[in-house]
């Protein structure tokens, strides 16, 4: 089973830009759709943006829509969301899932934390 | 845009008994090509991402103990959880996965033991 692991979080200020990474451990990862999540301290999970396979079409939730973009590279195995505008709102714990089977997310990483602060 | 409300946002139950948790969705998730509602629950744990535990509203995901069921269909779910015990206290989330390619979540409810 394809294991997910995201990187890229850190501490940037409001207006800045960050690019998070989602990397997988298989190949076959090539044909899952992946999706992005976030988890503002003390609140519920946001799904936030979507990807499918063939990299073209991708899908944003109206909060991000504009400000993010989320991208795959097949070769590298990697999903991409690049983050630009970032408020105070945005500080989250970010993570990437994806649900080959049946849509629902049963594979998830670890998440990587955003924090947007002076 | 379909909104997914849970009910209780939190509860209390003692160990060994029953806890509900019902989700709404303002759209039925009901696809009637093949008869499947898209609606999942997931288990949060602090420090860790949500776990799947139950998808198409009432399919076990591999692993979960069998005291976790759903139930439900169209707008109308429930995630039963029976005999509760002391490693269930958790926020439970649902989650619709119909009106593809938006997947919005409920807003949980925090299980707590009485």
């Known amino acids: 089973q394809v294991q997910l692991v995201e990187s890229g979080g850190g501490v940037v200020q409001p207006g800045g830009s960050l690019r998070l990474s989602c990397a997988a451990s298989t190949f076959a990862f090539s044909s899952y759709d992946i999706h992005w999540v976030r988890q503002a301290p003390g609140k519920g999970p946001e799904w936030l943006a979507h990807?499918?396979?063939?990299?073209?079409?991708?899908f944003y939730a109206d909060s991000v829509k504009g400000r993010f973009t989320v991208s795959r590279d097949v070769s590298e195995k990697r999903s991409y969301l690049q983050m630009s505008s970032l408020s105070s709102d945005d500080t989250a714990v970010y993570y990437c899932?994806?649900?080959?089977?049946?849509?629902?997310?049963?594979?998830w990483g670890h998440g990587t934390m955003v924090t947007v602060s002076s | 845009d379909i909104v997914m409300t849970q009910s209780p946002d939190s509860l209390a139950v003692s160990l060994g008994e029953r806890a509900t948790i019902n989700c709404k969705s303002s759209q039925s998730v009901l696809k009637n090509s093949n008869n499947k509602n898209y609606l999942a629950w997931y288990q949060q744990k602090p420090g860790q991402p949500p776990k799947l535990l139950i998808y198409?509203?009432?399919t076990r995901e591999s692993g979960v103990p069998d005291r976790f069921s759903g139930s439900g269909s169209g707008t109308d779910f429930t995630l039963t959880i029976n005999s509760l015990q002391a490693e269930d206290v958790a926020v439970y989330y649902c989650q619709q996965y119909y009106n593809s390619p938006m997947y919005p979540f409920g807003q949980g409810t925090r299980l707590e033991i009485k």
């Open positions: 198409w509203a009432s």
């Open positions: 899932a994806t649900g080959p089977s049946h849509g629902a997310f049963n594979i």
């Open positions: 990807v499918r396979p063939n990299g073209y079409s991708h």
